[in-house]
């Protein structure tokens, strides 16, 4: 099993990224798929996640109307895209996946890590 997160990296307040995550070693659609996050210090925190074919999502409020999160089942990929980015969004992000979960469900202890993908947000 195999999650590849990409598209970290360092941006200005304000601005927006992509990350993507590409998977294999294990059926993508029968699994939720998420993003959490752990900032230097503090606890991993869970910021987004989706169900096993995109028709339902969960967003913390933390994060709810600037990140979105997509998958495309086809190419064993899924998204985050992070809008109006705040230094306080500064933290490495991990994908995971988990087995039959809901999109909420989704993070709680997941099945699958990514080894994450760092992004800075300067002021």
């Known amino acids: 099993v195999e999650l590849v997160e990409s598209g970290g990296g360092l941006v200005q307040a304000g601005d927006s990224l992509r990350l993507s995550c590409v998977a294999a070693g294990f059926v993508f659609s029968e699994h939720a798929l998420g993003w959490f996050r752990q900032a230097p210090g503090k606890e991993r925190e869970f910021v987004a996640g989706?169900?096993?074919?995109?028709?339902?999502?969960y967003y913390p409020d933390s994060v709810k109307g600037r990140f979105t999160i997509s998958r495309d089942n086809a190419k064993n990929t899924v998204y985050l895209r992070m809008h109006n980015l705040k230094p306080e969004d500064t933290a490495d992000y991990y994908c995971a996946a988990k087995a039959g979960a809901t999109a909420q469900v989704m993070g709680h202890l997941p099945d699958y890590w990514g080894r994450g993908t760092e992004v800075t947000v300067s002021s």
């Open positions: 989706v169900s096993w074919n995109g028709d339902s999502t």
